[in-house]
């Protein structure tokens, strides 16, 4: 498999091995970093590729991370490569957002601007040249794939935690019939509501909050008029943050009740908002997505 | 070798009953009759040895007619009308063909012609005016072949005589074996007969003998008694005398006169007895006349045929008998002559006070096997029979016991479960009383439009249920058949299954009394009636608060799927449960139920996932209408799925510790349906 093939005249799509290929149950992990166009910045993402992508194209799981989180977090901590093999899925984890912009404010908030892309197009200033996420995962980096992997552009899907939560049920809902599958870990829901999503919205989006509605999940299932998604939700009842009404799925349940989108949301009692939880119920999202991916 | 043995015997009697000829002529008849019954049932197999015994007025090779020549054969047979050798030639052609063969000339050549009247040689030139001139006369050559065939014709005829002869003679030989055999045997018989009498008579003779002994003995002993007593009074007398004597010799007068008077007296008294001089017993002895009646019976009886002995049931020939007739079938003790036999049959029940009452029914039958029908099914009948000729009755045979076939069982459909790999089928055995055992028959139904493949038995199934392995995703026709000792009954009515999903109807009597079932068994209802506590039947298998009823799970270790059809408004609970789950609990509340429960709040549908009392907290935003539910008892889950969808609800991690049962609840008044025989649907695998 070319890595690094003759730079595209159209795309730059010069790909650098930032470390050496891990073996992990019979495939392949790997990180890369790439020019991006839409976030005007290198970016890097972690793929990983089953035994089955050695012998043909495979479909592709979008893992959307959270808040604070890397490129590497989920690789590294999920766990999710044994289920990804047996169903021959292709795992990509991108970052959270540009990096190394050199944007003032980028760095001084955890939820807010580095690390904290919140997967939208930002139409204000300073960040709308580079944060430009929900482009960069819905269009960009699927063509930057489908020229250097054997992915099956067809068959995609989404997840995600907590704001990666946020993004895949957002893309989902926004490109009807796009992904086959959606399933996020303790999603942000309802973000117009909630304290972390009015801070992002307001400095990406700009005061006016019918802006927000687009990229809001909850508002988006309540007009969704697209293919019938199946979508698993898990929450960990013990998390802090659904405590401190950051997460709000109750209202995406109410919405998606209503018009009849079906969801299957499981509150997992004992659980909170790490990693281990993601990892303890990896296997069954990944099952989801296989049924609706390799169908 | 009884046909065998009768005919000879017939032939027997025809040589020596000769004055009898007619009756006995009648009687060859009667038993050509019998003995023609059993050669056309002897016909149908290839008789084996071509040795054939034959009645002397009966078989046509036998039948030999001398050959005697059509008349004079020499004379005519060159007659005018004799046409075998010249076809049919004319007169005229004749002549025509003898002037041309004319050879001789005058009377010093060698004869040309022949005339065929006279049988002389002749000449042509003389043919009109010779003396042969009437006649027939043909050339010489002409003449000589029609002699040589009329020679070949008289010597093939010879030949065909000789054949005859010689198959005469063939058969006169088997004869004389036949009546060498005959004779053997009437000297066995005769012997046997003679040496009884021989017997008899000496008997008699010692018994006689003995008896004369005996009197004698008695009247010798009569007599020296009386001898005896004889002796004793001469004794007395003699005694007497000599006391006289020497009372009459006592000198002394006194002494003499006072003893004489008693001894005086003795004497009178003594002379006075008179003697018995009769003798006490006769000389004559009594001559009984000898009472010989039955020996003279046994006389009479050696030449008459011998009563034939009790003849041989025979066992029970595998597959003979039907459920309503059997195949009862005998046999001669040895080569006796039987006209009949007489066929005797009575029902055996299991209650031994009903049997002897019951009287044997008797039938007359001329062969040695007889079809008894109207029978019983699966019932035990013993036989005997006794045989019958013109000397008398066989005794009885030992008594036979046949059975008829059972009748053929009945499939209980509503009893009846599948899944892809197994089939567990249950019916009524059909009979009253126990059968042996059953065979269960598979044919699985091909594809191309009901051609039937080959069909698998399964043997001694002990009771009325079999578990069956089957192919999946196939269709088979299921049969039943009872088998006892008489064989196996008709097949049942047949049973189709289809190894597609799983099959399985509902345990009605499990129900609750609140909820009723649909005919066809697979929708139940809670209906809003409120029935009185007094009217609800409950038994100790029914569910008593739950409104709940299981269903039938086949014991196979696969995996299972079905779906339930609910409508939104009903509060329903559907899942599994062990069989002896607690008819007073609500499912999922304790440990021998798993369940999927549907609860209808003022504001919202609420679903929950039940065991043990617990659930996990799970929201459903679209609500399930068809619920499909997966079992699989290797890996231990229990899956339940929004069929309309796809959508995968939720799945118990459970370890079966027995097989479970399908099981059904209704919480509130309404429905639900039941969809059985479902291919599952490829997501289930995923679990």
């Given at each position: 498999?070319?890595?690094?093939?003759?730079?595209?005249?159209?795309?730059?799509?010069?790909?650098?091995?930032?470390?050496?290929?891990?073996?992990?149950?019979?495939?392949?992990?790997?990180?890369?970093?790439?020019?991006?166009?839409?976030?005007?910045?290198?970016?890097?993402?972690?793929?990983?590729?089953?035994?089955?992508?050695?012998?043909?194209?495979?479909?592709?799981?979008?893992?959307?991370?959270?808040?604070?989180?890397?490129?590497?977090?989920?690789?590294?901590?999920?766990?999710?490569?044994?289920?990804?093999?047996?169903?021959?899925?292709?795992?990509?984890?991108?970052?959270?957002?540009?990096?190394?912009?050199?944007?003032?404010?980028?760095?001084?908030?955890?939820?807010?601007?580095?690390?904290?892309?919140?997967?939208?197009?930002?139409?204000?200033?300073?960040?709308?040249?580079?944060?430009?996420?929900?482009?960069?995962i819905?269009?960009?980096?699927?063509?930057?794939?489908?020229?250097?992997?054997?992915?099956?552009?067809?068959?995609?899907?989404?997840?995600?935690?907590s704001?990666?939560?946020?993004?895949?049920?957002?893309?989902?809902?926004?490109?009807?019939?796009?992904?086959?599958?959606?399933?996020?870990f303790?999603?942000?829901?309802?973000?117009?509501?909630?304290?972390?999503?009015?801070?992002?919205?307001?400095?990406?989006?700009?005061?006016?909050?019918?802006?927000?509605?687009?990229?809001?999940?909850?508002?988006?299932?309540?007009?969704?008029?697209?293919?019938?998604?199946?979508?698993?939700?898990?929450?960990?009842?013990?998390?802090?943050?659904?405590?401190?009404?950051?997460?709000?799925?109750?209202?995406?349940?109410?919405?998606?009740?209503?018009?009849?989108?079906?969801?299957?949301?499981?509150?997992?009692?004992?659980?909170?908002?790490?990693?281990?939880?993601?990892?303890?119920?990896?296997?069954?999202?990944?099952?989801?997505?296989?049924?609706?991916?390799?169908? | 070798?009884?046909?065998?043995?009768?005919?000879?015997?017939?032939?027997?009697?025809?040589?020596?009953?000769?004055?009898?000829?007619?009756?006995?002529?009648?009687?060859?008849?009667?038993?050509?009759?019998?003995?023609?019954?059993?050669?056309?049932?002897a016909?149908?197999?290839?008789?084996?040895?071509?040795?054939?015994?034959?009645?002397?007025?009966?078989?046509?090779?036998?039948?030999?007619?001398?050959?005697?020549?059509?008349?004079?054969?020499?004379?005519?047979?060159?007659?005018?009308?004799?046409?075998?050798?010249?076809?049919?030639?004319?007169?005229?052609?004749?002549?025509?063909?003898?002037?041309?063969g004319?050879?001789?000339?005058?009377?010093?050549?060698?004869?040309?012609?022949?005339?065929?009247?006279?049988?002389?040689?002749?000449?042509?030139?003389?043919?009109?005016?010779?003396?042969?001139?009437?006649?027939?006369?043909?050339?010489?050559?002409?003449?000589?072949?029609?002699?040589?065939?009329?020679?070949?014709?008289?010597?093939?005829?010879?030949?065909?005589?000789?054949?005859?002869?010689?198959?005469?003679?063939?058969?006169?030989?088997?004869i004389?074996?036949?009546?060498?055999?005959?004779?053997?045997?009437?000297?066995?018989?005769?012997?046997?007969?003679?040496?009884?009498?021989?017997?008899?008579?000496?008997?008699?003779?010692?018994?006689?003998?003995s008896?004369?002994?005996?009197?004698k003995?008695?009247?010798l002993?009569?007599?020296?008694?009386?001898?005896?007593?004889?002796?004793?009074?001469?004794?007395?007398?003699?005694?007497?005398?000599?006391?006289?004597?020497?009372?009459?010799?006592?000198?002394?007068?006194?002494?003499?006169?006072?003893?004489?008077m008693?001894?005086?007296?003795?004497?009178?008294?003594?002379?006075?007895?008179?003697?018995?001089?009769?003798?006490?017993?006769?000389?004559?002895?009594?001559?009984?006349?000898?009472?010989?009646?039955d020996?003279?019976?046994?006389?009479?009886?050696?030449?008459?045929?011998?009563?034939?002995?009790?003849?041989?049931?025979?066992?029970?020939?595998?597959?003979?008998?039907?459920?309503?007739s059997?195949?009862?079938?005998?046999?001669?003790?040895?080569?006796?002559?039987?006209e009949?036999?007489?066929?005797?049959?009575?029902?055996?029940?299991?209650?031994?006070?009903?049997?002897?009452?019951?009287?044997?029914?008797?039938?007359?039958?001329?062969?040695?096997?007889?079809?008894?029908t109207?029978?019983?099914?699966?019932?035990q009948?013993e036989?005997?029979?006794t045989?019958?000729?013109?000397?008398?009755?066989?005794?009885?045979?030992?008594?036979?016991?046949?059975?008829?076939?059972?009748?053929?069982?009945?499939?209980?459909?509503?009893?009846?479960?599948?899944?892809p790999?197994?089939?567990?089928?249950?019916?009524?055995?059909?009979?009253?009383?126990?059968?042996?055992?059953?065979?269960?028959?598979?044919?699985?139904?091909?594809?191309?439009?009901?051609?039937?493949?080959?069909?698998?038995?399964i043997?001694?199934?002990?009771?009325?249920?079999?578990?069956?392995?089957?192919?999946?995703?196939?269709?088979?026709?299921?049969?039943?058949?009872?088998?006892?000792?008489?064989?196996?009954?008709?097949?049942?009515e047949?049973?189709?299954?289809s190894?597609?999903?799983?099959?399985?109807?509902?345990?009605?009597?499990?129900?609750?009394?609140?909820l009723s079932?649909?005919?066809?068994?697979?929708?139940?209802?809670y209906?809003?009636?409120?029935?009185?506590?007094?009217?609800?039947?409950?038994?100790?298998?029914?569910?008593?608060?739950?409104v709940?009823?299981?269903?039938?799970?086949?014991?196979?270790?696969?995996?299972?799927?079905?779906?339930?059809?609910?409508?939104?408004?009903?509060?329903?609970?559907?899942?599994?449960?062990?069989?002896?789950?607690?008819?007073?609990?609500?499912?999922?509340?304790?440990?021998?139920?798993?369940?999927?429960?549907h609860?209808?709040?003022?504001?919202?549908?609420?679903?929950?996932?039940?065991?043990?009392?617990?659930?996990?907290?799970?929201?459903?935003?679209?609500?399930p209408?068809?619920?499909?539910?997966?079992?699989?008892?290797?890996?231990?889950?229990l899956?339940?799925?929004?069929?309309?969808?796809?959508?995968?609800?939720?799945?118990?991690?459970?370890?079966?510790?027995?097989?479970?049962?399908?099981c059904?609840?209704?919480?509130?008044?309404?429905?639900?349906?039941?969809?059985?025989?479902?291919?599952?649907?490829?997501?289930?695998?995923?679990?």
């Open positions: 498999m070319r890595l690094s093939g003759r730079p595209n005249r159209n795309r730059a799509v010069a790909l650098c091995t930032l470390c050496f290929p891990l073996a992990w149950h019979g495939g392949v992990f790997r990180s890369f970093q790439s020019p991006s166009s839409e976030l005007k910045c290198k970016m890097k993402f972690a793929i990983y590729l089953p035994p089955k992508a050695e012998s043909s194209k495979c479909p592709v799981l979008f893992w959307l991370s959270g808040l604070t989180c890397t490129e590497q977090n989920f690789i590294t901590k999920a766990g999710s490569q044994q289920a990804a093999a047996e169903h021959g899925i292709i795992i990509v984890a991108p970052d959270t957002s540009p990096r190394g912009c050199n944007i003032e404010g980028e760095d001084e908030s955890w939820d807010f601007g580095t690390g904290a892309g919140f997967y939208v197009n930002a139409t204000q200033e300073p960040w709308k040249t580079n944060y430009r996420m929900y482009s960069y819905t269009e960009e980096l699927p063509r930057l794939l489908a020229s250097n992997f054997p992915v099956d552009a067809e068959r995609m899907s989404l997840s995600g935690h704001m990666g939560g946020h993004g895949a049920l957002i893309c989902a809902f926004k490109n009807p019939g796009k992904y086959k599958a959606v399933s996020a303790a999603p942000i829901c309802n973000p117009m509501q909630c304290a972390w999503g009015q801070k992002a919205f307001s400095g990406y989006l700009g005061p006016d909050k019918t802006t927000w509605e687009a990229y809001d999940a909850t508002v988006l299932a309540a007009s969704y008029a697209g293919p019938p998604l199946d979508i698993l939700i898990d929450q960990g009842r013990d998390d802090q943050f659904l405590s401190a009404s950051q997460l709000l799925p109750d209202n995406l349940i109410a919405a998606c009740s209503q018009k009849n989108i079906p969801v299957v949301f499981r509150l997992q009692q004992g659980y909170d908002h790490s990693y281990y939880f993601v990892f303890s119920f990896i296997n069954d999202h990944i099952k989801h997505h296989a049924k609706y991916l390799n169908a | 070798m009884d046909l065998f043995g009768g005919i000879l015997d017939v032939i027997d009697e025809e040589m020596t009953v000769s004055d009898d000829e007619d009756k006995v002529e009648d009687r060859t008849r009667a038993l050509m009759d019998m003995y023609s019954l059993e050669n056309t049932e016909q149908a197999k290839p008789q084996v040895s071509t040795f054939q015994r034959f009645s002397v007025d009966t078989n046509e090779s036998l039948h030999f007619e001398p050959y005697i020549p059509e008349g004079d054969e020499s004379e005519h047979a060159l007659g005018n009308d004799d046409v075998f050798l010249t076809g049919n030639q004319s007169v005229f052609d004749e002549s025509k063909e003898l002037m041309e004319r050879t001789a000339q005058s009377e010093s050549d060698p004869p040309d012609a022949y005339c065929t009247d006279c049988q002389t040689s002749t000449y042509v030139f003389q043919n009109i005016t010779g003396p042969h001139k009437n006649h027939r006369v043909i050339l010489m050559k002409k003449a000589a072949q029609e002699i040589k065939s009329s020679i070949n014709k008289t010597r093939s005829k010879l030949e065909e005589k000789i054949t005859q002869m010689e198959n005469f003679a063939g058969n006169l030989e088997e004389f074996i036949t009546v060498e055999e005959n004779f053997g045997r009437q000297e066995q018989n005769l012997e046997h007969h003679y040496n009884d009498v021989l017997q008899t008579l000496a008997h008699r003779y010692d018994e006689r003998a008896a004369l002994e005996d009197e003995k008695m009247k002993e009569s007599l020296y008694s009386q001898l005896i007593d004889c002796g004793k009074m001469l004794d007395n007398s003699k005694e007497l005398i000599e006391q006289a004597q020497m009372v009459y010799r006592n000198e002394n007068k006194y002494s003499f006169l006072q003893r004489v008693p001894v005086m007296k003795r004497i009178e008294e003594h002379a006075k007895k008179e003697p018995d001089l009769k003798i006490s017993t006769s000389l004559e002895f009594d001559t009984q006349t000898a009472n010989l009646s020996v003279k019976q046994m006389m009479d009886s050696i030449n008459a045929v011998p009563a034939p002995s009790a003849p041989v049931m025979n066992p029970q020939v595998p597959n003979s008998a039907t459920c309503t059997v195949r009862v079938c005998w046999s001669l003790f040895s080569d006796d002559t039987v009949y036999y007489e066929l005797y049959s009575r029902p055996i029940f299991e209650d031994i006070t009903v049997e002897s009452d019951l009287e044997a029914s008797k039938l007359k039958v001329k062969e040695t096997h007889y079809t008894v109207d029978l019983l099914p699966n019932a009948y036989f005997w029979v045989a019958t000729n013109t000397t008398g009755i066989s005794p009885a045979s030992e008594k036979a016991v046949y059975m008829t076939v059972p009748s053929p069982p009945v499939i209980k459909p509503r009893e009846c479960t599948s899944c790999d197994a089939a567990l089928i249950r019916w009524d055995s059909g009979n009253s009383n126990p059968v042996d055992s059953y065979t269960l028959e598979l044919i699985e139904m091909g594809a191309e439009s009901g051609r039937a493949g080959v069909t698998e038995s043997v001694a199934i002990p009771t009325c249920e079999c578990l069956i392995q089957l192919q999946p995703g196939k269709c088979y026709l299921i049969y039943v058949r009872a088998v006892n000792i008489g064989g196996p009954s008709e097949r049942s047949s049973f189709t299954v190894t597609t999903g799983t099959f399985f109807h509902l345990l009605e009597d499990t129900a609750h009394p609140c079932v649909s005919e066809d068994g697979f929708t139940m209802f209906t809003d009636e409120e029935l009185p506590l007094s009217e609800m039947a409950f038994s100790d298998n029914t569910f008593a608060r739950c709940a009823v299981l269903g039938d799970l086949i014991p196979v270790r696969t995996k299972h799927y079905w779906e339930v059809e609910v409508d939104p408004h009903t509060e329903y609970r559907i899942g599994v449960a062990y069989e002896d789950t607690q008819r007073n609990a609500y499912f999922g509340g304790n440990n021998t139920s798993w369940c999927m429960r609860v209808l709040t003022p504001s919202r549908h609420k679903y929950e996932f039940l065991h043990s009392g617990w659930t996990p907290d799970i929201r459903i935003t679209s609500h209408l068809r619920i499909g539910v997966a079992l699989d008892y290797d890996q231990g889950k899956s339940f799925f929004n069929a309309d969808l796809g959508q995968h609800l939720y799945t118990f991690d459970c370890q079966f510790l027995h097989y479970v049962h399908p059904f609840a209704l919480d509130n008044p309404g429905g639900l349906s039941l969809r059985n025989g479902v291919t599952p649907p490829h997501y289930i695998s995923l679990i």
